[in-house]
């Protein structure tokens, strides 16, 4: 007696494929990580994200209408700050002619309509790599989040339409909001990274930055004390949570693939969209199997970008955009 239901009846030829297809991604769903320098005509390649570059103000401009015509209409920006200008407080972070400053100004001539959202925190402009303040051997929280506010305000300023807040402070959701409010800076949106691990898949961006933390005081050389434990679920509701009634537009699980339980369970209790960010190790670690001929690039780049998806990823921060864009027109 065969089965009354055979499955593979919606699996006969590509055109039921397609019909029945539950996740389909498109340039729509991405954010473009962008990496940024001081110089000019400088494109960098980044030694542990191959085909991935810093940019120059004047090539950033070349790439981001690149990326507009094909079809990738929003960027999160980063900028690598020249080591004679860290601090322990970040005091560069808020200079209004500052790298990132010039970096939103640029991509806004650039190109006008393309969505600007910008990292918030501090390790790529303090001394010591990490994304606070240090007091008293420790990472300070509120003196950080005063920082954290200050620098959204001089995004905006500068034209970003979103911060996006990395650093997972408490409470920093609720003061940038207000200090957005209170600034008339009601339309620049908050995306916060709400569920952010202390994940060792951050190391090739560190290097893109120069940003990974070094030794000081009795301080670990990690970000354990601020980012959360990879051994928590119901963590990540509750930081999920609390970001949202703080006023988070958007919320963010970070990594990707290791954490496609995180993201099924942040989407099912969100309302509010959620993105996740396929991290710089995720990135190299693809590239590096493929340069050794063990994995199809390609084949695992859209497997990967469409698991996420599926997870429940509304938006998907990916070094891989480009190429996906490409690939998928
Ligand atoms: C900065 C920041 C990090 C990433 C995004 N924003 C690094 C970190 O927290 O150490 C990681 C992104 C990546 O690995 O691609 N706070």
């Not at 007696?1 to 030829?13: A, D, W």
């Not at 120059?56 to 690598?80: A, I, M, Q, R, T």
Request: proline share 4%.
């Amino acid at each position: 007696m065969y089965p009354l239901r055979r499955n593979r009846r919606l699996r006969t030829s590509q055109a039921i494929r397609s019909l029945v297809c539950e996740t389909i991604v498109t340039p729509d769903d991405f954010l473009v990580p962008l990496f940024v320098v001081e110089g000019k005509g400088v494109k960098e390649e980044i030694a542990s994200m191959p085909n991935y570059y810093r940019y120059s103000l004047d090539l950033l401009e070349k790439e981001v209408k690149e990326l507009w015509k094909l079809g990738l209409k929003s960027v999160l920006l980063f900028v690598k700050v020249p080591d004679n200008l860290k601090d322990n407080k970040g005091t560069e972070a808020v200079n209004p002619n500052g790298l990132m400053q010039r970096a939103i100004k640029t991509v806004k001539n650039a190109v006008p309509q393309m969505l600007v959202m910008t990292d918030v925190a501090l390790d790529p402009y303090s001394v010591y790599g990490h994304d606070g303040i240090i007091e008293n051997g420790q990472i300070a929280n509120d003196a950080t989040v005063d920082a954290l506010c200050q620098m959204s305000l001089s995004h905006a300023q500068a034209g970003a339409d979103f911060v996006a807040p990395s650093d997972m402070m408490d409470g920093r959701i609720l003061n940038i909001r207000e200090t957005m409010e209170n600034n008339d800076f009601q339309n620049v949106g908050i995306m916060s990274y709400s569920a952010k691990y202390a994940s060792s898949f951050y190391g090739p961006f560190r290097d893109a930055l120069d940003s990974a933390p070094v030794d000081v005081q009795d301080i670990p050389k990690d970000k354990k004390t601020y980012q959360m434990d990879y051994h928590n679920r119901l963590e990540a509701l509750r930081e999920t949570r609390m970001d949202i009634e703080e006023g988070a537009d958007i919320v963010m699980v970070k990594p990707g693939l290791c954490y496609l339980d995180i993201v099924r369970e942040v989407k099912n209790m969100s309302e509010v969209p959620v993105a996740v960010y396929q991290v710089s190790g995720e990135y190299a670690m693809l590239k590096a199997a493929a340069e050794k001929g063990w994995l199809n690039h390609d084949a695992v780049m859209l497997e990967q970008v469409t698991a996420i998806k599926r997870a429940g990823a509304d938006i998907i921060a990916s070094y891989f955009a480009k190429d996906v864009a490409k690939l998928i027109g």
